[in-house]
């Protein structure tokens, strides 16, 4: 199943409503800096810190700059972002809903009708043979949705990507 449509028709609307949008990386900067800053401090004269206190201080400075270390080199040279309103920043939540063949029928019409709090609202199946790829705000102000079936080994869309705005 490919959501990559769903995400280039929420991003072509026509008001900019969903942006693109990489999460800030300034906490793990800082977080560095911070490691850094204390694995200096641990390596002061061994009259002000113990031994003990200097060598948990270097631990924790050595472990926060790995960490945050690693988290940057992985998101530094993102080029992709996740699907944000412009208007407040809001992240969109991506779901996918799994339902029986058996309620085929009911669910495009939900979809075509815009029904978000019907479609997940419903008890989710085990037996994923309908899935409904949706992508919406908290407050379910914005949805945009599709539906697909697995025929052939394979998921295929049998709906149209529905975009809901309220």
């Known amino acids: 199943m490919n959501d ?24 793990f900067l800082l977080m560095f800096v911070a490691g850094f800053a204390l694995i200096i401090f641990s390596d002061l004269d061994g009259e002000v810190l113990s031994h003990n206190l200097s060598l948990g201080i270097l631990t924790a400075g050595v472990t926060l700059t790995v960490i945050s270390g690693m988290v940057l080199s992985l998101r530094f040279p993102q080029k992709r972002g996740a699907p944000a309103m412009s208007d407040t920043g809001e992240y969109l939540i991506h779901k996918e809903y799994n339902f ?8 495009l ?11 997940i609202s419903q008890k989710p199946v085990a037996l994923q043979s309908i899935v409904v790829s949706m992508y919406r705000t908290q ?28």
């Open 4 to 27: 990559k449509h769903i995400r280039k028709a929420m991003y072509a609307l026509p008001d900019g409503v969903v942006v693109r949008r990489r999460k800030p990386i300034i906490p």
């Open 100 to 107: 029986d063949r058996s309620m085929r029928a009911d669910l």
């Open 139 to 166: 407050d379910n102000r914005f949805a945009a949705m599709q539906a697909y079936e697995f025929v052939e080994l394979e998921f295929k869309p049998i709906s149209e990507i529905k975009i809901v705005r309220r």
């Open 109 to 119: 019409q939900w979809i075509a009708a815009g029904d978000i709090e019907k479609i």
